[in-house]
């Protein structure tokens, strides 16, 4: 089955870009779904961050838009996630799932922890 | 943009039945998909499009949709269902973007 995984640095400076990879196992980016970014600060409810397909079109959170960008590296099934200008309020833990539309965002990576402070 | 709202806790005793809702002006048009989160662990879809059962849901969970609301019915509660419980939809009135409920801590006494 479908496995994702993301990985990157846990810890982020003020004003920098957050930098995270999700790499999918036992499917392939290109499959036709799209592939989520979504992220949970600490004690809070979950934010979507936005979605690419394996085309490269995106779909992005109206209010992260101008700081976000997602693509996907076909030839290593997997895709990325950049946020810039990162504040604390960013602090979060940063999750890749798979979002079969119709039939919902499923499986999701376990998530990791990215701290923004200096 | 729209919004999806959910109450914050419910809280049932073992054996009884939960229902946690999720209002929102786009459930009408949009399907409703909803999450368990337990402490420590990634989201578990466990209703798509208002009212499927993914396989290995036990069939204990239900979801039905009416109008502006949705809801996630949990019959028989066990404590292993207690956990976060988010609502999910979409929302494409000016471009496509998904929207998470604010979540609701189900405590089974």
């Known amino acids: 089955q479908v496995q994702l995984q993301e990985s990157g640095p846990g810890l982020v400076k003020p004003s920098g870009t957050l930098s995270l990879t999700c790499a999918v196992s036992g499917g392939s980016i290109s499959d036709n779904v799209w592939w989520s970014w979504v992220r949970q600060p600490p004690g809070k409810g979950l934010e979507w961050i936005g979605e690419i397909y394996h085309s490269g079109s995106t779909a992005y959170n109206p209010s992260l838009k101008s700081r976000v960008t997602i693509s996907v590296d076909k030839s290593k099934n997997q895709f990325s996630l950049n946020l810039t200008s990162v504040t604390a309020a960013d602090t979060a833990v940063y999750s890749c799932a798979r979002d079969v539309r119709d039939r919902g965002i499923a499986p999701w990576g376990q998530g990791t922890l990215v701290t923004v402070s200096s | 943009s729209y919004e999806l709202t959910q109450p914050p806790s419910v809280s049932v005793s073992p054996g009884q039945t939960a229902r946690i809702t999720c209002s929102g002006d786009t459930l009408p048009k949009q399907y409703a998909y909803w999450y368990q989160q337990k402490p420590g662990q990634a989201p578990l879809l466990v209703i798509y499009k208002d009212s499927e059962r993914p396989s290995g849901i036990p069939e204990r969970f239900s979801g039905s949709s009416s109008g502006t609301i949705v809801t996630l019915t949990i019959s028989g509660v066990q404590a292993e269902d207690e956990a976060d419980y988010y609502c999910?939809?979409?929302?494409?009135?000016?471009?496509?973007?998904?929207?998470f409920g604010g979540g609701t801590r189900l405590t089974v006494l």
């Open positions: 999910q939809s979409v929302d494409s009135s000016d471009t496509y973007h998904v929207l």
